[in-house]
């Protein structure tokens, strides 16, 4: 079977290498809207988007995450975090980053977080741009200047830092993710 849904969502690769060019503002408007109608436990919509296309601000969290993750990394995750060129967010032109409140009452909040970033994903591909959901940044916050980029970042009150997702033009490509056998079971 076969329609323009089930070819976006086979299509969609994590993309790690972007080109400079930044992506229009109507390509913009159209990932914040297919976040916004992104479906919540009891509708509660318990998200903010922040985009960020301040590439000053990209590299500063990008610095506090790396300091972070460097205070314990080993062996090649120490190599990979040390490199000069090393982004987290890998140098993408926009970074839509999601916060949310994760308290009791919010419980679905993750999951809700989850289906907003991956429609962002999906109508990114569909609209030939490259994303990758990047849940590494959350480094940053749990660091010393975490609440500044709470501050920086215009988290609502409560909210913190969930996940997010570079967006931009591709500069590679990458194979489909091999599909893990044994994960099905079909009960009839
Ligand atoms: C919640 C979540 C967090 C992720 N965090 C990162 C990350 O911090 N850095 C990264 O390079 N990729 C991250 N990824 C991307 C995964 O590595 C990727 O989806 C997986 O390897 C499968 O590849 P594909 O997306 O190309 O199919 C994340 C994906 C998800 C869903």
Redesign the pocket.
């Known amino acids: 079977m076969n329609n323009p849904v089930l070819e976006a969502i086979a299509g969609?690769?994590?993309?790690?290498a972007y080109k400079s060019e930044q992506i229009s503002e109507e390509q913009l408007q159209a990932l914040i809207a297919a976040a916004q109608q992104a479906p919540s436990a009891r509708n509660l919509q318990p998200f903010h988007f922040t985009v960020v296309q301040d590439q000053a601000l990209l590299s500063r969290i990008n610095e506090s995450m790396r300091a972070e993750v460097l205070k314990t990394a080993l062996g090649k995750m120490k190599e990979t975090f040390s490199a000069s060129q090393y982004s987290?967010f890998?140098h993408a032109p926009t970074v839509i980053f999601i916060s949310t409140d994760m308290s009791a009452e919010k419980r679905y909040a993750r999951h809700d977080c989850?289906c907003a970033?991956?429609n962002i994903?999906l109508a990114a591909h569909s609209m030939g741009l490259g994303t990758?959901?990047?849940?590494?940044?959350?480094e940053a916050f749990k660091g010393p200047d975490g609440d500044e980029y709470r501050r920086l970042l215009r988290f609502p009150e409560g909210y913190d830092y969930m996940?997010s997702v570079a967006v931009g033009v591709p500069a590679a490509t990458?194979?489909?993710?091999p599909v893990a056998g044994g994960l099905v079971d079909i009960i009839r």
Do not use: N, Q
């Not at 990758?132 to 959350?138: F, H, R, S």
């Not at 990458?174 to 993710?177: D, M």
């Open positions: 969609r690769r994590s993309i790690r987290v890998y989850g970033a991956e994903a990758v959901i990047l849940g590494m940044p959350w996940v990458k194979e489909a993710h």
